[in-house]
């Protein structure tokens, strides 16, 4: 799974709240 924030950075890890977990395969 792909953390992206609401700026658009991109993380392995669980970032804040406001925040879309994104799956890609």
């Known amino acids: ?3 992206v924030d ?3 950075v991109a993380s392995s890890q669980p970032p804040a709240l406001s925040t879309q977990v994104v ?3």
């Open 6 to 8: 609401l700026q658009g």
């Open 23 to 25: 799956e890609s395969h």
């Open 1 to 3: 799974a792909l953390y």
